[in-house]
Nanobody, 118 residues
């Protein structure tokens, strides 16, 4: 059973940077990709980006492209979301999720709150 634990959220000012971590424990060999999502109050959950575990290939939503970077540390079974030039509209609960080879995100972390003040 794989478990995902996010950390690194907090309160920052606009223009600041923050790095989120997602640590995976358990049997992770079946994970194809790791994704980051976010959900702001009153809004639907939004895709942020993903990284393919074996190749480190990344893909980002247009709203964060150029500001956010996803990376991974195989030795630590950890995926990171580096967020730069944060904006108040980036305020949300951020979740990491593990995807199967079919692209189904079937395992989610508990989320970490990111609040960006103007």
């Amino acid at each position: 059973q794989v478990q995902l634990v996010e950390s690194g959220g907090g309160l920052v000012q606009a223009g600041d940077s923050l790095r989120l971590s997602c640590a995976a424990s358990g049997r992770t060999f079946s994970t194809y990709a790791m994704g980051w999502f976010r959900q702001a109050p009153g809004k639907e959950r939004e895709f942020v980006g993903r990284i393919i575990w074996s190749t480190s290939s990344t893909y980002y939503a247009g709203s964060v492209k150029g500001r956010f970077t996803i990376s991974r540390d195989n030795a630590k079974n950890t995926v990171y979301l580096q967020m730069n030039s944060l904006k108040p509209e980036d305020t949300a609960v951020y979740y990491c999720a593990a995807a199967t080879p079919t692209g189904n995100y079937n395992l989610w972390g508990q989320g970490t709150q990111v609040t960006v003040s103007s």
